[in-house]
């Protein structure tokens, strides 16, 4: 009986658990059928996004050709082996400046590096080169070379950057650029402007030691050439030389380093067109004074202050344009000595004004007289007017006394009436004679300057002929519009001993009236 009910509870449960497995399967398959088809778009979606973006997947021919995909060009060629040999080659295009107060040049050239590296052979049926430009320099190992003691640098740029590589099917590599680089001179002016300048453009490399990398010039001295139409305008270009050696770091160790050596020859017209030959000019229009009477003290004065200041101005103009160097050059041995000849021939003519001054003061005291009239020259009138005078005045300690101004009537009435005739016969008797008693009157100082100062205007100057006291010859008084103007009239005037009195020529040969 049990055994039927049992039957019976399987019989009736059966039906249901068909169906639900039936359910189940196809649910399942279901799921499947949808995985399918999503993975299926999925996979087109991205084969459409591949199409749309191909060029950031796809290396590009020159780089599949190259292979560079296949190596890490971060490491030199032959790493871990014997240093790699880069050869320099330079041709010079110009050298643009030279400049003494930075003390730097300018140039530009172009720069080319040899090597070889293994991992850019290719396969090439025809064995030629494949040349490309600076897309391609990112992406594969370059040597590091830079320019020692340089200030300023740049590749040039235009239209496109000035940068060529190009590889040959064995791996050799070419890598051309065009830059142009300021540089540090160490100069010597000790002889400017006569001088000579070494300079020198050094290549090394920056990070690879001579354990790495081996520098050296390709082609020897031939390595270095330069453009026939090089030329600047204060210097002559003598040679151009290309020398190798080595530089030493306590951190890093020892490098290869390359020379481009030039020396440097400076055109000298120029400056003795600018400073030489205006200080020469000055110098001797210096000189000038000493043939200027030592009595026209503006003249004289004046001449000297203006060749000094002149002097002053060159000098300046000169040390504007050179370095703040401590030593002396040779220039401004020059500069110096001519102003030390420009100053000396003004403290000349201080010595002799006061040297004069004291030679007449003792003379008036000789002539003193009792009643305590003194005789003073044309020194001591032109203090009064500033005007040059060739006749002794006679002046009284006490001129602006009341006895001056009893007599200033008494005395320009007694020399209007003869004013006309005196002047004209005073120019007809200076007229052949002026040289003469400029001559006649100079001091000795101006006369021995004109020797001692160089260049001097006259080899031999006349010795100093004081004529002999005229006798009997008339005093002469003062005419209108002179001195007595301005000098009371009571100041009597007497004849210079070089002035040519007109009743009395015969004074001049030391004769009597």
């Known amino acids: 009986m049990v055994l039927v009910l049992k039957l019976l509870f399987l019989t009736c449960l059966w039906p249901t658990a068909v169906l639900h497995s039936s359910q189940s399967q196809h649910h399942h398959l279901h799921h499947r059928q949808q995985f399918s088809f999503l993975r299926k778009h999925n996979s087109k979606r991205e084969i459409k996004m591949r199409k749309l973006d191909s060029t950031k997947v796809r290396p590009l021919k020159s780089e599949q050709l190259l292979r560079i995909e296949d190596h890490d060009f971060a490491l030199r060629p032959g790493f871990g082996g014997s240093p790699i040999p880069v050869g320099i080659d330079v041709q010079v295009e110009s050298i643009d400046s030279i400049s003494e107060v930075d003390m730097d040049f300018t140039m530009t050239l172009y720069l080319r590096h040899y090597w070889k590296d293994e991992r850019l052979s290719f396969r090439s049926n025809k064995n030629k080169s494949m040349t490309f430009d600076g897309r391609l320099i990112k992406k594969i190992w370059v040597p590091d070379v830079f320019f020692v003691h340089s200030k300023r640098s740049f ?3 235009t239209t496109v950057e000035n940068v ?10 070419l890598f051309s650029l065009r830059i142009t680089v300021s540089a ?5 002016f000790s002889r400017f402007p006569l001088d000579t300048q070494n300079c020198s453009l050094e290549l090394e490399s920056y990070a690879y030691n001579e354990d790495d990398l081996m520098l050296y010039w390709k082609h020897g001295n031939k390595s270095l050439s330069t453009d026939e139409h090089i030329s600047l305008s204060q210097f002559f270009i003598e040679e151009f030389s290309a020398s190798s050696g080595l530089a030493f770091y306590s951190s890093t160790g020892w490098y290869n380093r390359l020379f ?3 020396a440097l020859r400076r055109h000298i017209f120029f400056f003795v067109l600018q400073s030489y030959f205006p200080a020469m000019l000055m110098v001797m229009l210096s000189w000038v004074s000493f043939w200027i009477d030592r009595r026209a003290v503006p003249a004289r004065v004046s001449l000297g202050i203006t060749t000094v200041l002149t002097m002053s101005t060159i000098m300046t103009g000169v040390s504007a344009s050179m370095p703040q160097v401590s030593y002396i050059k040779a220039v401004d041995v020059y500069l110096w000595i001519s102003f030390l000849f420009v100053f000396l021939s003004v403290i000349e003519y201080a010595a002799v004004n006061y040297l004069t001054t004291i030679e007449e003061r003792k003379q008036l005291k000789k002539r003193g007289k009792a009643s305590g009239m003194y005789s003073i020259d044309a020194v001591q009138a032109m203090a009064f007017d500033g005007c040059f005078h060739d006749t002794d005045v006679d002046m009284d300690l006490t001129a602006f006394s009341d006895r001056c101004e009893e007599n200033e009537t008494q005395a320009r009435a007694a020399s209007v009436a003869n004013a006309d005739t005196t002047r004209m016969k005073r120019k007809r008797s200076l007229k052949g004679n002026v040289g003469r008693i400029i001559l006649q009157n100079n001091h000795v100082i101006d006369t021995y300057s004109r020797i001692v100062f160089p260049r001097s205007a006259a080899a031999k100057a006349p010795q100093r002929r004081m004529p002999k006291p005229c006798v009997g ?3 002469n008084r003062p005419t209108h519009g002179s ?5 009371p009239a009571c100041i009597t005037f ?7 009195p007109e009743s009395c020529p015969a004074c001049f ?3 009597n009236c």
């Not at 060529?164 to 590599?173: C, F, I, K, Q, S």
């Not at 540090?184 to 010597?188: I, L, N, R, S």
């Open 155 to 157: 590749i040039h740029d």
């Open 164 to 173: 060529m590589l190009r590889v040959y099917p064995d791996g050799n590599v």
């Open 184 to 188: 540090m001179c160490f100069m010597d």
């Open 260 to 262: 481009i050596n030039f």
């Open 473 to 475: 010859c008339p005093a």
């Open 483 to 487: 001195v007595e103007e301005k000098i």
């Open 494 to 500: 007497q004849a210079h001993p070089i002035h040519v």
């Open 509 to 511: 040969d030391g004769g």
